[in-house]
């Protein structure tokens, strides 16, 4: 149904009405062989009426404004709700580390210190190491050390406010991580916090391309560490140690008949595609999987993540497999853009390779649990 006149009601063009002559544009389309005529007529109703129409037209366009700017000052008011709020938590933080350090307590985490023979002392529960300082006050030079190093920042295992960064943990595995049946964490917290286990254990690192779903992973298996500390790179793992790659390729990706191992830094991995084995996914994304770890001898290094990566530590638990499947399953389809079954089917490749090439206990044993 069309619009009708704006004046008369009865016309058909809101903008130039051929029945009573109002215009849009302040023109009129009727003709009065009396000039005085057309001025009464003009003046006594098209005017009238054309001032109540802009005048109506104003209104809603101020209330338009108005609205707009309602919604803007809700929105500042929840950004400056948010903002004292956060104030607030530091500045209790801030008093909380202060208790700390006049009981005598870690900075850190609130733990007890242990004194050592060279009058340093270290905290019991993060492995925060403090040294006497010229004015006799305990100074952490380990802490400070480790949180330059890794990029902590506040909210962090050693962050001065004593507030740890809670994981990330993708979709279904909220359920999975618990406070007293931790099932994995991220690697350089659990380091922070001297929690990583040196018996054996599992690392996922991921590679993710800034600008498609172009993605590698690592998984390393471990065991027996002599010893873990930082470098300028990362964590250095005194053991040997297994590792498996994992390549996401998706079906925007230019090179795809060009070997894994020949292709430009970042992208490549040291494999071929005849030992590889490849799901092509409903996308046309191609997830491919190594039919066998890397050995590595000696010591290894798991390089600090950046952007969005994240290195994370399993811990040797009996469902540890179902965890690692669970987790790529999630990570696969939320954060590459794999279709879910078909990102299952690749987790359970993965987690079946690590437990018959990776695993602790021996493969004889598991295929006859099999």
Request: glycine residues 6%; hydrophobic residues 35%; charged residues 25%.
């Amino acid at each position: 149904m069309s619009e009708a006149c704006a004046v008369c009601k009865i016309g058909k063009n809101p903008t130039l009405c051929e029945i009573c002559g109002f215009s849009d544009n302040g023109v009129t389309n009727r003709e009065f062989p009396i000039i005085e005529d057309a001025n009464y007529w003009l003046e006594t109703l098209v005017m009238l009426y054309r001032t109540k129409w802009e005048a109506k037209k104003r209104e809603v366009e101020l209330l338009g404004q108005i609205e707009e700017f309602r919604k803007k000052e809700e929105e500042a008011n929840k950004r400056e709700a948010k903002l004292s709020a956060r104030i607030e938590e530091l500045q209790e933080n801030n008093n909380k580390v202060q208790r700390w350090e006049e009981q005598g307590l870690c900075c850190s985490c609130g733990g007890k210190k242990n004194i050592l023979q060279d009058s340093s002392s270290r905290c019991k529960s993060c492995g925060t190491l403090y040294k006497k300082s010229t004015n006799g006050a305990f100074k952490s030079v380990e802490g400070d050390r480790v949180t330059q190093d890794m990029g902590i920042s506040e909210g962090s295992a050693l962050c001065p406010t004593g507030q740890r960064r809670p994981l990330i943990v993708f979709g279904p595995l909220a359920n999975i991580v618990k406070e007293n049946n931790v099932k994995f964490r991220n690697l350089f917290e659990a380091y922070a916090q001297g929690k990583l286990p040196f018996a054996h254990g599992y690392i996922v690192s991921s590679f993710f391309s800034s600008t498609s779903n172009y993605s590698i992973y690592e998984i390393v298996s471990y065991s027996g560490v002599k010893e873990i500390f930082m470098t300028e790179t990362g964590l250095q793992f005194v053991t040997g140690g297994k590792k498996l790659y994992i390549l996401v390729e998706p079906d925007t990706y230019q090179i795809k008949f060009q070997e894994p191992v020949s292709r430009a830094e970042g992208e490549k991995i040291p494999k071929r595609f005849n030992e590889l084995e490849i799901i092509t996914a409903r996308n046309q994304s191609k997830i491919m999987v190594a039919k066998e770890p890397n050995e590595t001898y000696g010591s290894f290094t798991i390089l600090k993540p950046s952007g969005i990566n994240f290195s994370v530590v399993f811990y040797q638990l009996p469902d540890v497999y179902e965890t690692l499947s669970a987790f790529f399953t999630d990570s696969l389809n939320r954060f590459r853009k794999v279709p879910e079954s078909d990102a299952k089917a690749a987790a359970k490749l993965i987690t079946t390779t690590v437990k018959k090439k990776m695993s602790f206990v021996d493969s004889d044993i598991l295929n006859s649990i099999e």
